[in-house]
């Protein structure tokens, strides 16, 4: 009868702990702690191969939780070692919200490395595992670059939350009277930014402030008059702040652009990246109209070997695009959320390639607007969503039999 080796890691910047379990669920040896560094990673091989040797194994399994980046370089370490390669051994990195739901049959545990390593290890002997991690995924640098870039876009739009906060401090009903289309524009902004009080700006002529805009919007203004009343209006109808206050705020919202001004240049720049790096691998999803290289790229990156996917309905549980039924007895709710239990890099890159496909394909643009007019509630998400697991019927399509999209 074969033996398994069953090992969980629980991985922290500094120390890493492991924890030795037999296929029964017997603690083999007392969990150790090991320094997060190449030495430590050394010491964890050769007590693996002791344990291997001493205790008669013939396989091994290895997981640890793919929280942070802390688990990265010892994944690579353990599934590029000669020793341990002479066995039959599968490393895993696990989903933590795998291992959060299985604690919770636990309730006696307490929070502790040495507890979390051994839920790990534990965690792997009741098998319905993900894909096993293999050393050298050709796919890494490219994921590395969408996700960064899925970074810098949550951080751009917190840093123009912020801004838009402390502009309702400058110029309370600039957002209501919407002067201008993009409150990010180049006018827009030289009005926010310039160092005018509110009665500043309420004093100034209509000619003044017709002037002001062509000027700074450089003449492409159809209608600079208009702009100008509405500048003119915020200015008197916005709340006056103390000029000790003013003067911070200023300073918060020029400092505020310039963050937004430097992290959208370096998006402009992890672009360019992520073209050049996506040309490397031969892949089928830019033939579809409207997704292009970077969205491509982000799709692509996650789902890595389409081959470790069944089916289309594999790949959609994968992204977290599934649906749950709410049901009993004669009772079924209408409206079901999105579990969003899966890869949220995926989710998001199918999300916003479905938005621009809405505009950009007829059939998907027909099939958003199908499902726009089927309720009422969230109908511009819920179409989107919906387009999107459409669009994942598709990508696991031309990436399973490697053809091009030919437009219906």
Not at 147 to 171: G, Q
Not at 334 to 355: C, D, F, H, P, V
Request: net charge positive; aromatic share 12%; proline share 3%.
């Amino acid at each position: 009868m074969s033996k398994l080796l069953l090992i969980g890691i629980d991985a922290h910047s500094k120390n890493n702990v492991a924890c030795f379990l037999d296929q029964d669920g017997h603690t083999i040896i007392k969990s150790i702690e090991f320094e997060n560094n190449l030495p430590g990673a050394q010491i964890l091989e050769e007590k693996i191969c002791a344990l291997m040797e001493s205790g008669h194994y013939d396989s091994l399994k290895i997981a640890t939780e793919a929280a942070s980046l802390y688990h990265v370089h010892l994944l690579d370490f353990l599934s590029s070692s000669e020793k341990i390669s002479k066995y039959d051994v599968e490393i895993y990195q696990l989903n933590p919200k795998l291992t959060s739901g299985f604690k919770k049959a636990y309730a006696d545990k307490n929070k502790t490395d040495h507890i979390d390593a051994f839920i790990i290890a534990d965690r792997l002997r009741f098998g319905r595992l993900p894909n096993p991690y293999y050393y050298n995924q050709p796919y890494i640098p490219l994921r590395r670059l969408t996700r960064y870039r899925f970074h810098l876009i949550e951080s751009i739009t917190r840093e123009k939350n912020y801004f838009l906060l402390h502009l309702f401090l400058k110029y309370s009903s600039f957002s209501t009277l919407k002067p201008f289309s993009n409150t990010f524009g180049a006018t827009s902004l030289a009005v926010i930014l310039e160092d005018f009080s509110l009665d500043d700006f309420a004093n100034k002529s209509i000619e003044d402030l017709v002037d002001f805009v062509s000027h700074h919007g450089k003449s492409h203004f159809n209608d600079p008059d208009k702009i100008a009343k509405k500048v003119k209006q915020v200015a008197k109808e916005s709340y006056r702040i103390r000029p000790a206050l003013a003067n911070s705020v200023n300073l918060i919202l020029t400092t505020s652009w310039q963050n937004i001004k430097t992290m959208t240049k370096s998006l402009k720049e992890v672009d360019k990246a992520i073209a050049v790096e996506l040309k490397a691998f031969p892949n089928t999803l830019e033939s579809v109209k409207g997704i292009g290289p970077v969205y491509s790229a982000g799709i692509f990156a996650e789902i890595g070997n389409i081959k470790n996917f069944a089916s289309h309905n594999a790949l959609a549980k994968f992204a977290g695009l599934t649906w749950r039924q709410n049901e009993s007895g004669n009772f079924k709710a209408e409206i079901t959320k999105m579990t969003k239990t899966g890869n949220k890099y995926l989710r998001y890159y199918l999300l916003q390639a479905s938005n621009l496909l809405r505009v950009h394909n007829k059939e998907y643009q027909k099939y958003y607007y199908s499902k726009l007019g089927e309720v009422k509630l969230h109908r511009h998400k819920r179409a989107v969503a919906l387009t999107a697991r459409k669009l994942v019927r598709l990508v696991f399509s031309l990436l399973k039999n490697q053809q091009l999209y030919k437009c219906c």
